[in-house]
Every structure is written in C-alpha cells, then in structure tokens.
C-alpha cells in the first residue's frame, strides 16, 4: 500500500492539472490585453484633445476692417471682417481708458486712448477701427478697471451698426469666451485680463 502511494499522477490528472493552469492563466493575459488597448486608445484620445486645444483662432487685424484709403462712402468694410462676423477671432490692441470704467464691456483700439467723456463729448480720439469687447452675460455688472499695454483677446465677433446703451454706436463687437471668465467675481476678471497682456 505504500508503494502505491508513490506512484505517479495518473495521465488523466496530469492533463487536469495542466488544463486547469492554461485555464487560469488566460484570464490574466485577456486582461493584459485589454489594459494595453485602453491605454493605447486614452493615449490617442489625449493627443487628439492636446491637438484640438493648441489650435488658436486666427488673428484679425485693426487694418483689415475697413477698406483703404476711405472714399466718399466713408467707412467700408472689408470681405475680411465681414467673413469674420459670427467667427471665433484673436484680436490684438490696447484697452480704452475712459474716466470711469464701463460696466461689463469696455473699447478695445489698435494704439492706446485716453477718453474725457465729460470734456471731450462726442469730439474723442478713437479711431476708425475699434472694437467693443464684452464679459460673459453673467457679468455685465463688473465695473472693468483699466488695464494698460497691449492684450490678446479671444472670443466671437459680431459685425453691424448697433447703438450701445451709452448712446454710442459700434461697427464691431468681440465676446469674450464665456468659459474663460465664467464663475470669475471682478477682482478676477481684472487679474484675467492683467494675465492677457504682452510681456516685452
């Protein structure tokens, strides 16, 4: 009886045994598997959103609104403005610095003004080509402060005569992003567009 404990598996088990550890081990190299083509496929999925956020609107210019040198029709706007009407533009320019500040939008010219409402009337420096930038809807009650140099805006343009709500009528007008400022108090949309400035 003890010899015939000491013999060896019978083929029948042996096969068990070796079938039981392919078994086993297949579930691991399944898994390893489908870890590598989620990884893959994340990878390719990150790429493919780094890419989409890197692409910048593209740049319209203070000279391409209106056609040069003016005529006896005055102002006339370029194809290139009209085709940006309703786009998403980068526009780059410096802020207006009026006597007080504007609530929610504020003037946004190709070199720098300074405006007296009060002294000046409707006799003010701005020039042919300007633009009137607003906040987010949310916050059109934020007093914006001056900021000076030159900024890069980004946001949507709308091209057309609209008489604003101070009696002044604007050609074109750029929204910022509503995600950029969105949830922002005022101290930090003044720190955002402080952020927007060219360092030289």
């Known amino acids: 009886m003890k010899l015939e404990l000491l013999r060896t598996p019978r083929p029948r088990a042996a096969w ?13 190299e399944v898994l390893a598997q489908e870890r590598a083509t989620e990884q893959a496929q994340a990878s390719t999925a990150n790429l493919t959103a780094t890419a989409t956020t890197t692409i910048s609107p593209p740049l319209l210019r203070f000279a391409d609104f209106f056609k ?4 006896s029709k005055g102002a006339e706007i370029t194809p290139a403005l009209q085709k940006a009407d309703g786009q998403q533009v980068r526009l780059n320019g410096y802020m207006v610095q009026a006597e007080r500040p504007l609530l929610g939008h504020f003037m946004l010219t190709p070199r720098p003004v ?13 020039p042919a080509a300007w633009v009137m930038v607003y906040l987010a809807p949310e916050q059109q009650d934020f007093a914006v402060p001056h900021q000076r140099g030159l900024l890069e805006l980004s946001g949507v343009l709308s091209v057309g005569r609209l008489e604003e709500t101070d009696g002044r009528v604007s050609w074109v007008r750029l929204h910022l992003q509503p995600e950029a400022t969105r949830g922002m108090n005022a101290f930090e949309v003044t720190n955002y567009l402080h952020s927007l400035q060219h360092v030289h």
Do not use: F, I, Q
């Open 68 to 71: 040069m040198p003016m005529g």
């Open 16 to 28: 068990l045994c070796a079938w039981l550890l392919v078994a086993l081990a297949l579930p691991a």
């Open 114 to 126: 300074r405006m007296s409402e009060h002294a000046d009337g409707d006799a003010d420096d701005l």
